[in-house]
């Protein structure tokens, strides 16, 4: 038997968090060593199994970073993310940064220290959003000429509770889809009042908020005459917990550098 691979937790007693550690302790293949969150959070001390509404692991919820990991796992908040980063560089150890809203020099900080530990980071650890990208980024190559014109609009649905908006997949389905429609590309938020017409260049993006959404993204593609939509949609975390899991495992002994989930899941060839 092989040995498991001892993952870290950060965020551990969030919504994603406690998925990831429900998951991972069902996994023959892992051992969670540490279930790490924020200094005053109510959990602390508490058995990290119990507060993900499941079984004791043994691995008590805590706010000090543990001695020895293979990987991390982080579903935090923008706030938390720089100590996390900290954290690894100074350890080597791999990190799989999930969080989104990240300001740009948090960007530039984990960029960084890709030049030290391998890191994976993408808004969506999804495979049905990651697939869905590769999509839409054929629908842009293909309709960036169409005659009359190419309108996109990106509707992103999110629990109440989201803290960042528009959501990190929406603005990396933007980025994707503006690379294949060119530079003059505008990102355009919201709109209202007197707009005037809508240009060509523009992708307008729209993030509503409600109940416990957990997750659904509409990218529409216009045209005169007929339009295109992909939907995807979470009917719960865990598709995103599982991919978080699947991107520790397989950055576990990849060599240093920046890497995403369309690497993590061969959609890159
Ligand atoms: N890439 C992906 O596939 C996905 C990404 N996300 C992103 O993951 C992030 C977390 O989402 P979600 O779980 O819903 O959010 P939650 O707010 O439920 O969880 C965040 C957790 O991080 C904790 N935290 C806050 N500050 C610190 C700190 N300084 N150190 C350690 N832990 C801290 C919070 O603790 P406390 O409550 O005490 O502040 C909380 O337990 C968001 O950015 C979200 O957008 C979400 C789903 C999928
Ligand atoms: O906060 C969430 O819940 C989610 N956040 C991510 C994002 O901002 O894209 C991913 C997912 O849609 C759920």
Redesign the pocket.
């Known amino acids: 038997m092989t040995t498991p691979i001892k993952i870290a937790v ?8 406690r998925r990831v550690v429900a998951l991972a302790s069902e996994d023959t293949s892992l051992k969670i060593v540490a279930a ?7 959990h602390l001390g508490e058995d990290a199994g119990v507060v993900a509404g499941f079984a004791p692991i043994g691995v008590e919820l805590l ?1 000090q970073w543990p001695e020895e990991v293979d990987v991390v796992i982080d ?6 993310i720089d ?2 980063i900290e954290e690894c560089v100074e350890a080597t150890t791999p990190l799989v940064v ?4 990240l300001s740009d020099e948090q960007k530039a900080k984990l960029d960084a220290a890709s030049k030290l530990i391998p890191v994976v980071c ?5 495979l049905a959003v990651n697939l869905t990208m590769k999509l839409a980024e054929q629908v842009a190559e293909t309709l960036d000429d169409v005659i009359g014109g190419l309108d996109v609009e990106i509707i992103e649905r999110h ?1 109440r ?4 908006a528009p ?3 929406a603005l990396k389905f933007g980025e994707l889809i503006g690379k294949k429609l060119g530079p003059n590309t505008r990102h355009v938020h919201g709109r209202e009042g007197h707009t005037g017409e809508r240009t060509r260049s523009e992708i307008g993006y729209h993030a509503v908020r409600v109940g416990d959404n957990p ?1 659904e993204h509409s990218i529409v593609f216009g045209m005169i005459g007929e339009k295109i939509e992909l939907n995807v949609a979470a009917s719960n ?1 865990d598709c ?1 917990a599982s ?2 899991i699947c991107a520790a495992k397989w950055l576990v002994g990849r060599p240093k550098g920046m890497y995403n989930m369309f690497d993590v899941l061969g959609l890159d060839s």
């Open positions: 950060h965020g551990a007693a969030g919504r994603m968090g790490i969150d924020h200094q005053s959070n109510p706010s579903f935090s908040l923008p706030e938390a100590r996390c999930a969080t989104t809203g993408a808004p969506s650890m999804s629990h509770f989201k803290t960042d959501s990190g997949t997750g975390r995103y991919g978080a």
